[in-house]
């Protein structure tokens, strides 16, 4: 069953609830629960100019707090397409919508937004080696930037990705890990992510798909239990970077 909604996380800390469909309003909608609030209040809560979206579609959220729809197949350029709805217009407008340089796209991709709003496009599956794709925010998304495999081997959906704000890629390993914990690799850009900054086990044991995983403004990691919590609400464990992720540093219940 597609996942109705998608946690994704502004670089400032607050967590952007986006529900894709069955929201009743006909629209995607997008609730941002704020870190100034301990994740326990609303920022804002929403319909936007989006129509309800699937599978087809995937997310990531700018530093200025812009929501990035990314549309993977089934598009009319044929291409990838980005969607931008403008945080300034309370994502009822439109900052831009253009097909890419990237061709359509499947599960096999993941995507996360890097520093100066470049969209990085992941390859994990039918291919040697995880590959990086980064389409250039400068370029309206025409471009890439680089275009390369990593030292990290083929991955699957037992990885999550994100990027740090200096464009190093952490790779997050869920399940059928050596030490029995959710682990982090983490590939340098300096490196052209061709070398590992860390490569370690964490605090957080093995988790499932009901996990998602985001990267706070100092290199924290929010790992996000969307269902089958204890408190029936959805929580969110913060993996400190300080500790090089061994401790956590909060652990909060979303309502």
């Given at each position: 069953m597609a996942r109705v909604r998608r946690y994704v996380l502004r670089p400032n800390g607050d967590l952007?609830?986006?529900?894709?469909?069955?929201?009743g309003t006909d629209s995607t909608e997008v609730h941002i629960i704020t870190a100034a609030?301990?994740?326990q209040g609303w920022g804002l809560e929403t319909t936007t100019a989006l129509k309800e979206?699937?599978?087809s579609y995937d997310f990531v959220v700018a530093d200025n707090g812009d929501v990035i729809a990314i549309k993977k197949w089934a598009t009319g350029a044929g291409n990838t397409e980005i969607h931008v709805l403008t945080a300034a217009s309370k994502y009822k407008s439109f900052g831009l919508q253009t097909g890419t340089a990237l061709g359509p796209t499947d599960e096999s991709y993941a995507f996360a937004i890097g520093p100066n709003r470049d969209i990085y496009a992941i390859k994990r599956m039918g291919v040697s080696s995880t590959e990086v794709h980064i389409l250039t925010a400068a370029s309206n998304y025409q471009?890439?930037?680089l275009q390369t495999g990593t030292a990290l081997h083929k991955t699957d959906l037992s990885f999550s990705f994100v990027?740090?704000?200096n464009g190093d890629l952490l790779a997050i390993k869920k399940k059928a890990t050596g030490a029995r914990k959710t682990e982090v690799h983490v590939l340098t850009r300096?490196?052209?992510?061709q070398t590992y900054a860390l490569q370690t086990g964490t605090a957080l044991p093995e988790v499932s798909s009901n996990f998602a995983f985001a990267i706070g403004p100092?290199?924290?990691i929010y790992?996000?239990?969307m269902s089958s919590t204890a408190s029936g609400m959805t929580e969110v464990n913060i993996l400190a970077a300080r500790s090089n992720y061994l401790q956590f540093g909060v652990t909060a219940m979303v309502p």
């Open positions: 952007f609830a986006i529900k894709k469909s069955n929201t609030s301990g994740y979206t699937d599978s471009r890439f930037g990027v740090a704000a300096a490196s052209s992510f100092r290199r924290d790992a996000i239990k």
